[in-house]
């Protein structure tokens, strides 16, 4: 997927915009760390399988999946492709407060569905010197979080709004952007996605890497 984006970045921004070269040489870097980094969490887990080393793993595999919709398309676009400066500044600042305020959303819905489920208890088990956590059972989080918490749909089906109305937002805004109006739309399109996307990041964060951390802190085990 790097390699598509470093792909898309180097052809749109240094070849078509000749604006920058600098979003194909952050898509190589992505691909580099997508791969050197969980090989090294792999290696210094030392085959423990450790939750922390699982979780920034999967931190880095859906981070390369939120830079192809969020950064490639999106902010990329808005930063580098010529438009007025006020787009600029709309795009960029509303898809940096809109992705804030979807993570932060996530971010209290996995709070709660952890103080107010069962979730801990059917997920990790303390066996004395080390505490072990079920994988079958780390699927469940969604499941509570869907239960207790309604609002979340309403959410993102407002947020998933935005891609149908970019259909017509495209053409009343084409005096404006022009021949590129196609990579527009896909930039708007994409958005909702990499929304979902950031919603991931923070629930791996705070399930596979804060939670055992707290756990260890208050029981001084580590988790296997």
Known sequence: MN??????AYF????????????CQLAIMMLVACIIFPVAFGLADKGASRLRSAGLAGIFATGSVYFTFGVTFYFFYFLLAPMPVIFHVIGVGGGFALTAYWMTLAGKEVR?????????????????DV?????????????????RSPSGKLHMWLVML??????????ILSPYFGSHGALFLGAVIMFPASLWVAGLLVR???????LPLTL?????????
């Open 162 to 171: 935005i891609a149908p109305f970019s259909l017509m937002l495209g053409r």
């Open 131 to 147: 505490l072990h956590y079920r994988l079958a059972n780390m699927a469940k989080l969604e499941a509570f979080i869907k239960a």
């Open 112 to 128: 709660r569905a952890l103080a107010t489920s069962k979730f801990v208890g059917q997920s990790f088990e303390d066996v004395g």
């Open 12 to 23: 749109f921004y240094n070849r078509v915009f000749k604006t920058s070269s600098m979003p």
């Open 216 to 224: 260890e802190r208050s029981r001084g085990n580590p988790w296997f």
């Open 204 to 210: 791996q964060y705070l399930v596979m890497i804060h």
């Open 3 to 8: 390699v598509v984006c470093a792909a898309i």
